[in-house]
């Protein structure tokens, strides 16, 4: 039971490439989210998934994209990344008795040059 | 909608002595709270909640913190802190009720536990 998965942990790109941060949890809960955190920013949320087939905006989505595969699955593309998109990548699910607290994954760092 | 500001960015303190890292929130609705801690290069971990009943709550590693509905705030504290406690430590809320479960955070405290 490794709760939330996320891949890879690191990742350098240049301005201009692309790439998919992908996420898995095996906690079989409805919700999904992506956040960043910059440093003094603290998380910020991307995009999330109230369930499969269904996303929505977050507080920060632009530059990026979103895609709720199945139950288990949420991944987040980088379709032309930037100097801006630095920064490290959380996926989370909901956990607890009213769903409302959150279980992080490990992180993905990205540094785009 | 919802905002969180913890009032102060670092922390510094002396190992065993207590400390208070604070947090007041914005809500034109009643929510939930909760502290999360970041050891450095970690993912983010629930130290402790408030969901409903008493306002005292208590958490891992010894950590409490006091719901203050009056004063909208909800401050963590330790009596005696470690130097295994140091670790940057938000504060956040989730609206009641809300379909989603989303999470506002705070910008986080840097706590410095020093020898």
């Known amino acids: 039971n490794a709760g939330v998965t996320q891949t890879p942990k690191f990742q350098v790109l240049k301005t201009g490439q692309s790439m998919t941060l992908q996420c898995a949890q095996d906690?079989?809960?409805?919700?999904m989210y992506w956040y960043r955190q910059d440093p003094g920013m603290g998380l910020r949320l991307i995009y999330y998934s109230a369930s499969e087939g269904t996303t929505d905006k977050g507080e920060v989505p632009n530059g990026y994209n979103v895609s709720r595969l199945n139950k288990r699955e949420f991944s987040l593309r980088l379709e032309s990344a930037a100097p801006s998109q630095t920064s490290v990548y959380f996926c989370a699910t909901n956990w607890g008795p009213t769903y409302n607290e959150q279980f992080f994954g490990p992180g993905t760092r990205l540094t785009v040059l | 909608a919802q905002s969180v500001t913890q009032l102060d960015s670092q922390v510094p303190v002396f190992e065993e002595a207590p400390v208070e890292l604070r947090c007041n929130y914005s809500s034109s609705v009643s929510v939930y709270l909760f502290w999360y801690v970041q050891y450095p290069n970690q993912g983010l971990q629930l130290l402790l909640k408030y969901l409903s009943g008493s306002t005292l709550v208590k958490g891992i590693n010894g950590f409490e913190a006091e719901f203050n509905k009056s004063q909208t705030s909800f401050h963590l504290r330790k009596p005696s802190v470690h130097i295994s406690d140091t670790a940057e430590y938000f504060c956040a809320v989730s609206p009641r009720g809300g379909s989603q479960g989303n999470l506002i955070f705070g910008k986080g405290t840097k706590l410095s536990v020093k020898p």
């Open positions: 906690m079989n809960h409805n919700s």
